[in-house]
């Protein structure tokens, strides 16, 4: 008789450049748990505006309602509140680099105690190249990291915010290019 390994629920983190399709991923992952008939539960920070309010929506154009939270929620209680009378197998965080530094602790307690893994998508660095403080404290947690690539010139990936700009270079909007850009 073959034995079914436990496995422990953990945090991961799955950061990109903008328009990488973070959001895509993030709603694929969420509809293959709902296909295989397991609940899940989808956070949205309500610092993010680009979308309706309460929804993760994709560019091109999937979206699902989400649960809002802002920087003074206490994140383990808001979802442990939330499961009441519900199973959750999976919590998906869009826009994760909104998360305060003690939120990203408040969700590995949620991992540990709750024993349901979080799936956290969104931006490591703005566009100076500074970390957002979620983003720093879900890097210096150790928790499981993936990187998602966008593809910015032929044939070359870079999992970095460029910005890209018609003026000289400046501290605030650095000049990014490449050898085969030109």
Known sequence: ???REQTVP????????????????????????????MDTLLLVSAIDTRTREGEIASRIGVAREAEI???H????AFIKERLEGRKIACI?????QWIQESQVWQLARVTDRLKIPVLCYG?????????????ATLLAAEINIHISYRVVWPH?????????VDE??????????SDKAA
């Open 168 to 177: 000289p270079e400046t501290e605030a909007a650095p000049l990014l290019t």
């Open 1 to 3: 008789i073959k034995r």
């Open 123 to 135: 931006l490591r660095t703005d566009f100076r190249g500074d970390l957002f403080p979620g983003s």
């Open 69 to 71: 939270f802002d920087q």
């Open 92 to 96: 998906f965080i869009d826009e994760a």
């Open 10 to 37: 953990k945090l991961y983190f799955s950061y990109a450049a903008m328009n990488a399709g973070k959001s895509t991923l993030l709603l694929q992952a969420a509809h293959n748990y709902r296909e295989r008939g």
């Open 73 to 76: 929620d206490d994140l383990f």
């Open 156 to 164: 070359e990936a870079f999992p970095v915010l460029a910005v890209y």
